[in-house]
Nanobody, 128 residues
Framework: QVQLLMESGGGSVQAGGSLVLSCLASGFTIESSYMAWFRQAPGKEREGVAGISPTSGYTYYGDSVKGRFTVSRDNTKNTLSLQMNSLKTEDTAMYYC????????????????????WGQGTQVTVSS
């Protein structure tokens, strides 16, 4: 079965505002996968934003978003979400959802190289 990730929810918002990103997975179960959000701004490397471990659902955050972003998953909808509050202009980037099976050994849940399935991305633009 084809495995796909489809992000949605991006858009333009003023600094201090909020957005919620969603990632709908198909062809596999997110509960049994490492899932994460990454972002990439023009001219910059892809950065780990937030991740969630399989089964236990333990969450991890990049230093730049701690206390502002919250990652969660809805197993019934097979959807990963990212609640983004107190947005800053430096949060402007393309945001990607990523997944890898729990059968893989993952050493750093926020490292892009750990993942083998990626969505197409959704743009977030924060203006001052």
């Amino acid at each position: 079965q084809v495995q796909l990730l489809m992000e949605s929810g991006g858009g333009s918002v003023q600094a201090g505002g909020s957005l919620v990103l969603s990632c709908l997975a198909s062809g596999f179960t997110i509960e049994s996968s490492y899932m994460a959000w990454f972002r990439q701004a023009p001219g910059k490397e892809r950065e780990g934003v937030a991740g969630i471990s399989p089964t236990s659902g333990y969450t991890y955050y990049g230093d730049s978003v701690k206390g502002r972003f919250t990652v969660s998953r809805d197993n019934t909808k097979n959807t990963l979400s990212l609640q983004m509050n107190s947005l800053k202009t430096e949060d402007t980037a393309m945001y990607y959802c990523a997944a890898v099976s729990s059968h893989q050994i993952v050493y750093n849940i926020l490292r892009p190289g750990e993942y083998n399935l990626w969505g197409q991305g959704t743009q977030v633009t924060v203006s001052s």
